[in-house]
């Protein structure tokens, strides 16, 4: 390792410390294979970047972090294109950036006078983006610009961009747009949907077959016509715009100064169907109701109403086109629903449920070529992905923590602007700075090697996905159920070291809670107290039982929430009532782990030593009209 080697390391450590837990990745874009996440990070997660911030790639396999940019500038709202080459990010809300993703390089996409924000690819050879243009200080418009220079939306020119997000399909595209009109005495507000064909584009100057040149015929004093006809072509025919602009859709209402309108809208990957969640001017885009439409691309045919959603958001259509997965805003509760609806389903069935309120949070999916189905989200507390089949069926969630990524983030800014420095010095120095550098070579080899291992560790540990709950609790539900966990933590891990002193048995049901006491850290006397409005009991199929002789200890409830007032050992029938819906339970298995479960994931646990999480006891009480025994 040479001294300078050396000292990147030892410079990357003082990254490390460095770190600041509140960094939260913001809009990002999945790779087209899925294995990478592109996102910029800032304090809070959401739509906007705020702070400076580098655009980042996450190894979703591997959990770690790659600087891709340089710099103090505010980066974000990231967009791949369809092929993954090159991605397309804003700076400062003014103009875009692009990185060529096989080399690396970053090209700008637009000037820094013509203020763009929120790009979204759109093309990806030649490269094409559309992004919402500053017309005046509360107006945005549409723009399409790329490395083959800008393209004029004139349709677009009278409406305002925004309102929603942007559907990508082959050679075309699909924005929302909205504009105020008169209609006699009234104002009327109109939201619709503008497809942009950009298939078939007009070849350019120099390109193209080029045949041997005929001589001219004498034709300055002929019509274009007869002139075409003498120099031996066909007349031409008028050209046709580029690309073509259609109206496929539109809504209308009096206009109200409430607000909160918008579109969004998703095209199917092979680009024949369309589908608009509407969300009139005069609702609340989170909390009202939003209309499902299937939009015929071409405006030949009217919206079909599919179905209503309060608070219904961000549609994406399944491989197939057959499904289609959405946001829901939850109530009061902050959080966000993932659901899976396709028209022979009596209900739509729901994927995750997961923190962060729909515009402070970001969520998208990805399909994989083998199947299933894979969420990506951003939240406050960090980045969550959850595989389910295809179907939404059967989710697995992961978390990984924010203050992880914060300290890969300034990890992975030192590793980047390090890499620019050369590895070795210059082959000849000129005295006396080569014997400085030979004095101070080996010390830095030697301090280098512990720094080295340090951070490699940090990388791992900063690397490591939780398993978490898909469909967690939310709000007041997930407060107490966080209280749950925390308590019921510390009686599992009393069990097991109770189990340790005595022969791997676990307490027999007339010792509990007492025999947990002493490993509680509580002095002999004191009495045993539950968490305040929580009876925390053992399932009485377990006590006394040796921990190895229990099948799947992973599986196997040993303490539960249970109903005020009655015992503390028991099954199934002592379990508390469900606040609602979105609650569940928290319970500690055999083997000293604790997680949160909904109804039909408890159905599935065991509650004996054998039961193979068949159902041995009573079934789980009914969810309450009102929250109970929390």
Known sequence: MSWLRAARWITALVALALADPGCLPNRGAVSPDGRTF???????AGFEAKDGTNIYALDVESGRIKAMTDGPQTKGWCSISSDGKFLAYSILGSYVMAINLEDGNVMPLSSVFQ??????????EPQYVVAAAQKSKDEMRWALFGDQGDVPLTPLADFTAGGGNVGVGPSRFAVPASRTSKSGEKDVSEMSVWVVDLSNPPEAEGEGETKAAAPKADTKSQAPAEAAKAEG?????PAKPWPAITCAAKWTEDATDKGGGGIDLAFSPDGKRLVAAVSLAGGDKEQGAAKFFDVDPTGKEQPKLLFEVPGGRSPQLTPDGSGIVYLQQIGEEEGTEVAFWRPDMKEARVIARLPGKIGKAYTTCFWPKDGGMRIYHVAD???WLIDAAADGSDA?????PQERMAAQKYLADFERALSHM????PKELPEPLAGAVNAVEKPLQDAAKPVQDALKAAWAAASVWDSVPAAGPLGSVRKAAAESMIALKLIADAAQAYAKDNGGRLPPADAYPGALKKYLGLAEGEPFKMPDGKVLAMNAALAGRRIEEIPDASAAILFFEAKLGGPLVGGR???RELAGDQ????????DGHVEWLSQEELAKKAWGPATGGKKDAAPAPKPAAEEKNR
Not at 396 to 400: D, E, F, I, T
Not at 422 to 425: T, V
């Open 422 to 425: 050369p590895d070795a010095p």
């Open 381 to 383: 507390e960090g980045l």
């Open 115 to 124: 203020h763009y924000s929120y790009p979204w690819v759109v093309a990806g």
């Open 233 to 237: 072509k066909a007349p031409a025919s």
């Open 583 to 590: 609650d569940g339970y928290v319970v500690a298995f055999a």
């Open 38 to 44: 592109y996102f910029s990070l800032n304090k809070d």
């Open 396 to 400: 697995k969630a992961r978390r990984l």
């Open 573 to 575: 029938e002592l379990l």
